[in-house]
């Protein structure tokens, strides 16, 4: 993202307290003259010097593993970090994106999801500290909004994928990958009948910067609608990096969805956007930013 604002010739503030996160996926922005980086928690009210003409708050653990192990600091950034990049935005009269995320539907009993769908979500079970936090910062924002008057954009972003990802952040991207790299047995959680879909990270940029620049104030989707089953990512992954390593099957965890696929008619329509960048192509890439790593 900050990438793209520079590319737009923005100037930059990045904030980031690097919990899950790691420096050097902004190193190559060192010494840029528009960017600036800032090692602050959020939890925390944070001062900005000059104008602001917009506060993107994109932060939060979004990984199972990440957000089990930090619970309590996930539930504090969706609330009091959210609170506190609103009250930043309206102290600048700056306009406001909240990156929520399509755990807010829960292991859904619609499918496709569409935002006008309420969710189908544990409130108190393992995942909770994640689909709350961020289904309170949604319900946060929109309350500014009504207020204030400030000028929110909220995005719902279905799985997301590329270059700079943790290799042992959990997710099945990463994960598929360093075992097929590793010549490992793939992991794979229940039977692999449960379905995700993956957009690769350029392309929800790009629905994002489109999206802050609209005047859509409730939930909008962003993610790519082609659904595929787990074990058949798995194979894809498997075949591109040119490697057959058994498979191994775990349980299940508590609450996992079984089903994951965004509706995105409404990004199509409001905002003239849709993933553009084919899968293969995408895990290429991504497979190909890991390689040094081996």
Same mark, same amino acid.
């Given at each position: 993202?900050?990438?793209?604002?520079?590319?737009?010739?923005?100037?930059?503030?990045?904030?980031?307290?690097?919990?899950?996160?790691?420096?050097?996926?902004?190193?190559?922005?060192?010494?840029?003259?528009?960017?600036?980086?800032?090692?602050?928690?959020?939890?925390?009210?944070?001062?900005?010097?000059?104008?602001?003409?917009?506060?993107?708050?994109?932060?939060?653990?979004?990984?199972?593993?990440?957000?089990?192990?930090?619970?309590?600091?996930?539930?504090?950034?969706?609330?009091?970090?959210?609170?506190?990049?609103?009250?930043?935005?309206?102290?600048?009269?700056?306009?406001?994106?909240?990156?929520?995320?399509?755990?807010?539907?829960?292991?859904?009993?619609?499918?496709?999801?569409?935002?006008?769908?309420?969710?189908?979500?544990?409130?108190?079970?393992?995942?909770?500290?994640?689909?709350?936090?961020?289904?309170?910062?949604?319900?946060?924002?929109?309350?500014?909004?009504?207020?204030?008057? =400030?000028?929110?954009?909220?995005? &719902?972003?279905?799985?997301?994928? %590329?270059? $700079?990802?943790? !290799? #042992?952040?959990? /997710?099945?991207?990463?994960?598929?990958?360093?075992?097929?790299?590793?010549?490992?047995?793939?992991?794979?959680?229940?039977?692999?009948?449960?379905?995700?879909?993956?957009?690769?990270?350029?392309?929800?940029?790009?629905?994002?910067?489109?999206?802050?620049?609209?005047?859509?104030?409730?939930?909008?989707?962003?993610?790519?609608?082609?659904?595929?089953?787990?074990?058949?990512?798995?194979?894809?992954?498997?075949?591109?990096?040119?490697?057959?390593?058994?498979?191994?099957?775990?349980?299940?965890?508590?609450?996992?969805?079984?089903?994951?696929?965004?509706?995105?008619?409404?990004?199509?329509? =409001?905002?003239?956007?849709?993933? &553009?960048?084919?899968?293969?192509? %995408?895990? $290429?890439?991504? !497979? #190909?930013?890991? /390689?040094?790593?081996?």
């Amino acid at each position: 993202m900050c990438d793209r604002l520079l590319a737009e010739g923005h100037d930059v503030v990045g904030v980031d307290n690097f919990l899950t996160g790691s420096e050097k996926n902004v190193a190559h922005l060192a010494g840029h003259p528009q960017f600036q980086l800032i090692r602050h928690d959020i939890t925390a009210p944070l001062a900005v010097e000059g104008a602001l003409d917009g506060v993107l708050n994109m932060a939060s653990p979004a990984s199972p593993k990440d957000y089990l192990v930090h619970s309590i600091a996930t539930l504090d950034v969706g609330s009091a970090g959210t609170r506190n990049m609103l009250e930043l935005a309206r102290a600048k009269g700056a306009r406001f994106l909240l990156t929520s995320t399509s755990e807010c539907y829960g292991d859904p009993l619609e499918h496709p999801q569409s935002e006008t769908y309420w969710g189908h979500v544990n409130p108190v079970g393992p995942r909770s500290c994640y689909d709350e936090s961020k289904r309170f910062a949604e319900a946060l924002t929109m309350a500014y909004h009504r207020t204030h008057g =400030l000028r929110t954009n909220i995005a &719902r972003i279905f799985n997301t994928y %590329g270059p $700079r990802m943790k !290799l #042992d952040d959990g /997710r099945v991207v990463p994960s598929f990958m360093g075992q097929a790299l590793r010549g490992e047995a793939i992991t794979i959680f229940g039977d692999g009948s449960q379905t995700r879909s993956f957009c690769y990270v350029s392309d929800l940029v790009d629905g994002l910067y489109r999206l802050m620049q609209s005047d859509e104030r409730y939930p909008v989707n962003l993610g790519n609608p082609n659904e595929m089953t787990i074990c058949e990512f798995a194979g894809q992954i498997c075949r591109i990096a040119g490697s057959r390593p058994p498979v191994v099957n775990r349980p299940l965890p508590e609450d996992d969805p079984k089903q994951r696929r965004p509706d995105i008619s409404k990004a199509r329509r =409001l905002l003239g956007w849709e993933p &553009r960048v084919p899968l293969e192509e %995408g895990l $290429r890439i991504t !497979l #190909d930013s890991f /390689r040094p790593s081996f």
